[in-house]
């Protein structure tokens, strides 16, 4: 999927540390059907927060901003 990509190729630039907000409107976009009335799918959840781990980053969905975050992870 070419939005993965692009995601993991703008997570690649980060230091540790920096994080991400992807509003639920883009994340519709990239993992359709995305979020929808401040929940995100258990499934949609678990292959984003994958993704992430392979970017050495974590994913969490915050309800409160309407977006998912990406956290960079310091490198062991």
């Known amino acids: 999927m070419q939005a993965e990509k692009d995601l993991e190729a703008i997570l690649a630039m980060f230091t ?3 994080s991400l907000y992807v509003p639920d ?5 990239w993992y359709p059907p995305g979020p929808a009335n401040g929940q ?3 499934n949609m959840e678990e292959a984003i927060s994958h ?3 392979l970017c050495s980053c974590s994913f969490a969905y915050v309800a409160e901003k309407n977006a998912g975050c990406f956290v960079k992870l310091a490198r062991c």
């Not at 409107?25 to 976009?29: D, G, H």
């Open 16 to 18: 540790p540390g920096m």
């Open 25 to 29: 409107e883009l994340l519709a976009l």
């Open 40 to 42: 995100m799918p258990t």
């Open 51 to 53: 993704m992430a781990a």
